[in-house]
């Protein structure tokens, strides 16, 4: 198993800045690629960004240029830097673990979410 413990949301005025931080402990062998997703209310989760085991990444177009994934190997944390934030942005953030067993077993595991709030 994997365990994902998320920090660093808040309140932040339009065209600020935050850092997103999942720390990931456990079965971290496993793990092909990690990222972050977020749910507004009413909406559906979405995919914000990813990064792959060898550093490939992925965006939302609506965070392209914005947003930036990156990931410490050394301290099994991925973090979400995202400047120039607008009120869409407001929704709680979920971190993410996309893991896949030496048995071909794939499975997702979620931290426990951050509200992220951009007022305007």
């Known amino acids: 198993q994997v365990q994902l413990v998320e920090s660093g949301g808040g309140l932040v005025q339009a065209g600020g800045s935050l850092r997103l931080s999942c720390a990931a402990s456990g079965s971290i062998f496993n793990i092909n690629a990690m990222g972050w997703y977020r749910q507004a209310p009413g909406k559906q989760r979405e995919l914000v960004a990813a990064i792959t085991s060898s550093g490939s990444t992925n965006y939302a177009d609506s965070v392209k240029g914005r947003f930036t994934i990156s990931r410490d190997n050394a301290k099994n944390t991925v973090y979400l830097q995202m400047n120039s934030l607008k009120p869409e942005d407001t929704a709680v953030y979920y971190c993410?673990?996309?893991?896949?067993?030496?048995?071909?077993?794939?499975?997702?595991?979620w931290g426990q979410g951050t509200q992220v709030t951009v007022s305007s």
């Open positions: 993410n673990a996309h893991t896949r067993s030496m048995l071909g077993h794939v499975y997702d595991y």
